[in-house]
Structure formats: structure tokens, C-alpha cells
């Protein structure tokens, strides 16, 4: 853009020059200046939506950051080190709305106390706080949006006829397998990771927040950015996901889906355990007497 | 030992003359109520019927539940259970559970109640019979003459040692040798690394820092004239198993390449083998953070920020990175196949 500009700048001096104006000069950097920014307003990164935020949201996430979030992240959310060098909150700049929207709407921001993982926990602010907040760190640098209802909301695939339905649940199933259940399970019931850090289940999760996770990669968790994911395909994960959460559970008991040894133990423990008991308890009670009276 | 053999010599019958522990004798006989209380007695009766009598209902109730309940398409549930499911499974295990009660109150209440005292016999056999035994032994042996022929003994034994010869050559025909499959993929230079499952190709600068691609090679997704699928059934299952690979993305100067590979990565992307060096589990449980790629089987490490070297865990080898360039068109290729076998160790491959 900025070379185009320059050779149209350049292309119109050489206009100027003959005319011989005072203002040429002038005139025409105001002109190549207005061709550089429409031209990149016209072509810029889709990811900055600032203007959905008003500068009164702004400055009102502003304020709520520096109340809440500032002693770890810094006031202009810039990061805090500690002075062993380690990284004691991370900076802000580029993380985007979505990332905002997802670490304080599941309640994982602001943080009880440093750990190895931020917590799902109860959710602290209102939505439209979040929403200020959102604002505010969109401000510091472009990133992710919060996607709009109609990129993540799984409602028409599942409300959808066969064979429809069926083909964008499968493959959203595939997805979901390939990319997913490293860490996340078959069942979307989470998993162990390294040195007490886990992949959280994924039941009960909103479909909004699912999305803002894969956008933004919160954590440990690996980014799939829409360039890769297309967002359809996100859409197709999510709605297998509750079309998995909403199937009976034809087999009775899940115990947690957590596969073969959560079930093996629970045989081991509760089955086993139990029928040993129960054979201790009927022999520990006689039935003869011991009554006096009853001699045969 | 000599003077216990002489007193078990005594007795004859095997018994030690003295018990090491006095006999206690029988403890004292406390009746049941069902012995001395005819009353007690028909209801332990009625109590033990009552118990086969709930397990015979419980067996109709499974064949009731069987016929009852719609499994398939349309599936009853009952508690977000399958209905079928829960039922047949607690009437089938309720009338067997029944029967057990009913039949452990019937031996505790009713079946008779007295105490026995069984003597055992001694449960070597008498000198006698071992002693003809032996004598029939070493009679047959001087009647096969084997004593006094080694000729035949020794034969005898070289047909016993050859009579496996031909199991050990007829499992030569159990298959033909590996060759350098084990060495080889399908990854070739310029071949596209395309999206697993949609077969979308990749441009480094789509990915973003921390963006995990589970990845494979565009020839799985490619079709001959014919437009049928160049890999398909078992051949792209086992073509699978080697080629999977995963993209990551990391910020360049995080990235420490090893010795002859510092053009493998494409602005940050780096591409690793998916299959563990271990015993072969497929990886994809990457920390965004770490860079450490975990094996859920057996919680190998690796370091793919660090060529992919084994930080924790039983993996012996690092894994297998896949060298990445880019096209005319800027999707990410491979630059050649893998440089050394992928997967687990294998007893050609030596180190």
C-alpha cells in the first residue's frame, strides 16, 4: 500500500511540476495521505472491530482494568515480571475481545490466586462489564473479535433435516477427533496435562465461549485460527459436541467417560468391594442362639 | 527326622503317635430357632420361598423389558438411560441375585446342622506299592535293552532334536521380509502438508503464534483419472499410520534449530512426526506455552521448540522432524521425506 502510494505521490508531482502551483506540493501529500488511509481502511485486517466499541466503553473497561486486573497485568496492560525474571501476569497487547470475553465470561479471570492454571469459576462480573473490558483491551491491540452469534451458534445444524444434519454433525465428530481429543477426551470430559495442568471438560460449556477458546488458544491450549478451522467447521464441532451432550446414554452409567479405567476401577472397588462385603456381613452373623432357653 | 519317621513307622496309619496341639474336641452345640421352633422354621421356609418367588418375577420381568422396550432408531430411556439397557440388566442380575440369597438362607436356616468330624488318611501311597512301582520301572528298562545300545538311545534322541526342523523352515513362508518399508513414508519434496480431515492446504502466515495443525500429505487426498482415491482402505490406513505429521507455530527466535536443520521452519512453523518414538501412539497434546508435546500413552515428552528431543518419559529418540519450504504459491511443502524412520525403534534400525 505504502509503495503505491509513493508512486502515485510521485506520478502526481510530476503533474504539479508543470503546473507550477504554491499548494501543488501540498495538495498532493494530502492527497497521497488520503489514498494511504482509505486504501488501507478499505483493506485491513478484519480482526480490528473497534469501531463496535465506543470510546465510553473504553474508558469504562479502563477504569474496571485498573481496579481489576492492573496489579497483575499492569495499567496499560503491558505485563508484570517478576524479579526472579518469571512472567507474573502476561501482557495484554494483541490477545483481542474473544480472549477477554472468554477468561472473564467462564469466570478463569480474575484470578483467586497464581497457579499452574487458571480455574473455571464463578463468574465475577456482569456482561456488560465484560463486554467494557472487552472494549478496553481490543484498544491496546488488534486481535481476535468475539465472534458473532451466527459463527458459532450450533442451533440451525441441529435443528437442521437429514441427511444435513447428520453429514455437518459427522464431521464436525471428525474434527473433533483429529484436533480435540488429545487432551479434551472422546467425550469432551478433559484430561490430565503435565505438572498439575488439565484440559477442562467441555460439558456445560456455551457454544460462544467454545469458539472464543479455539480463536484465541486460552493457556496451554494450542490456537485454530479461522484461517485453518474455518468457522463452519468450528460450528460443526460445537454442534456434535452437544448433540453428543443431549444423546442418551444408551449404555446406562457414563462414570465420568473417562474410558476403560475409570470403569475398571470402579468394577474393582464398588463391584468387587461390594460383593466382598457382603459375604463377610453373612458371615458374621450366626443364625444359631445362644439363648439359654432354646436346647433342642 | 529319624526318630519322627520311627513313630510315624509305629502308628502305620501316617498320623504322629502325639498331637503336636491338643484336640480341643467338638465346641458345645448351640441350636438354631428354625431347629427347635417349628414355627420360626415355616417362616424361614415361607422367607426362602419368597426370595426364588422374586426371582422367577424378576426373569419375566426381563422378558417383558426385552420385548417392551424400542431400541434403534427411536430408543425408550428412562433417567436419560437406554431403557432396555438398564433394565435387562438389573432383572437378569436381580433374579440371580435372588436365587444366591434364597439359597444361602435355605443352607443357614434349614439345611441340616450338626458337626461332622471326617479323619483323613495319609496321602502317600504304602512303601509297598512304591516299591513295586520302582521294581516295574527299572524291569522295563533292561527290557528295552537301551542300556545296553546307546546306538539306538543317541538315534533316538537326533530324530527327537530334527522334528522341529520343519517348523522353523516352514515359518519362513509366514510373509516376506519388511525391505525398507519401515525407513520410508509417502512424504516427498514438494509435497503439500494439507489439513487432516479437510485436506485444506496451509500457508505458514495463516497460522497464528501457538496454532496446532494435525496434518497430512496432500496424497491422501488426491485421485487418479479415474477420480478414485490414489490411497484408500488398508493401504492409507498403514500410509497414515507413518505419514501424520503436526504443524505448530512459535515465535521464530524461540525456535533452536539442531545441526543442518536451521531451514527446516518456515517463519516459525515447524512440522514433526504425530507418531510417538516409543511404541507409536499418535501425539497430538501440545502445550502452547512449553512447546512440549506429550504422549498420552506412556507420558513421553518431547521438545519441539528443541528438535524435538525426549525430556521426560520412556521414548529413546527424539522425533522425527519433517523438513518444510514453501511453494510458488506460498502453501507449505515438504522439502523431502522424513531423514530418519519414524515410529518406534525396530531391531533393523540398530543404534
Known sequence: VRLFSTRLSTALSAVSTRRRSRFAGVVVMLLGLMVTGGTYAVIAPAQAHDEEFSQELIDQGRHLFLVGCASCHGKNGEGVRTQAGTQYGPPLVGVGAAAVDFQVGTGRMPLARPGVQAPRKDVVYTDEEIRALAAYVASLGPGPYIPEREQYDPTEILEADDPERTEAIVQGGEFFRTNCTACHNFAGSGGALPQGKYAPSLDGVSPKHIYEAMLTGPQQMPVFSDDVIKPEQKREIIAYLKSFQETPNYGGATLGQYGPVSEGFFAWTVGIGGCVAFAVWIASHSTRSKKKGIKA | ?351
Open chain 2, 1 to 351: 527326622v529319624s526318630q519322627h519317621s520311627d513313630e510315624v513307622a509305629k502308628r502305620g496309619d501316617g498320623l504322629p503317635a502325639e498331637e503336636p496341639i491338643p484336640n480341643p474336641g467338638v465346641a458345645e452345640h448351640h441350636p438354631r430357632p428354625t431347629d427347635v421352633d417349628p414355627a420360626a422354621a415355616k417362616r424361614a421356609e415361607r422367607q426362602i420361598a419368597t426370595f426364588f418367588g422374586l426371582s422367577s418375577v424378576c426373569t419375566i420381568l426381563f422378558v417383558v423389558a426385552y420385548f417392551t422396550f424400542e431400541i434403534g432408531e427411536d430408543t425408550d430411556t428412562i433417567f436419560g438411560y437406554g431403557a432396555s439397557h438398564v433394565t435387562l440388566g438389573l432383572t437378569f442380575g436381580l433374579a440371580l441375585l435372588f436365587i444366591g440369597i434364597g439359597a444361602i438362607q435355605w443352607a443357614r436356616k434349614l439345611m441340616s446342622d450338626v458337626e461332622i468330624v471326617e479323619a483323613r488318611h495319609n496321602i502317600a501311597s504304602p512303601e509297598s506299592d512304591r516299591q513295586e512301582s520302582v521294581a516295574m520301572l527299572n524291569q522295563g528298562i533292561t527290557d528295552s535293552v537301551i542300556g545296553r545300545r546307546p546306538l539306538i538311545r543317541n538315534s533316538l534322541l537326533g530324530a527327537l532334536a530334527t522334528i522341529g526342523l520343519p517348523a522353523v523352515v516352514a515359518l519362513r513362508d509366514l510373509g516376506p521380509l519388511p525391505g525398507n518399508k519401515l525407513e520410508e513414508t509417502v512424504w516427498e519434496p514438494g509435497m503439500r502438508v494439507v489439513n487432516d480431515v479437510s485436506g485444506a492446504p496451509i500457508k505458514a502466515r495463516e497460522m497464528e503464534i501457538g496454532q496446532l495443525v494435525n496434518a497430512e500429505p496432500e496424497i491422501f487426498f488426491a485421485v487418479n483419472d479415474e477420480g478414485e482415491p490414489i490411497y484408500e482402505g488398508v493401504e492409507l490406513q498403514q500410509a497414515k499410520a507413518k505419514a501424520a505429521v503436526i504443524l505448530v507455530k512459535m515465535k521464530p527466535e524461540e525456535i533452536i534449530p539442531g545441526p543442518g536443520r536451521e531451514d527446516w521452519a518456515v517463519g516459525g512453523v515447524v512440522c514433526y512426526s504425530k507418531i510417538c518414538t516409543h511404541v507409536g501412539c499418535p501425539i497430538s497434546l501440545w502445550e502452547q506455552q512449553t512447546h512440549h508435546l506429550l504422549c498420552p500413552c506412556h507420558q513421553s515428552t518431547f521438545d519441539l521448540e528443541d528438535s524435538g528431543k525426549v525430556i521426560f518419559g520412556p521414548a529413546a529418540r527424539s522425533l522425527p522432524q519433517l523438513p518444510l519450504m514453501e511453494d510458488e504459491e506460498g502453501y507449505l511443502v515438504a522439502q523431502s521425506d522424513f531423514t530418519e524412520p519414524v515410529g518406534p525403534s525396530f531391531w533393523e534400525r540398530g543404534e
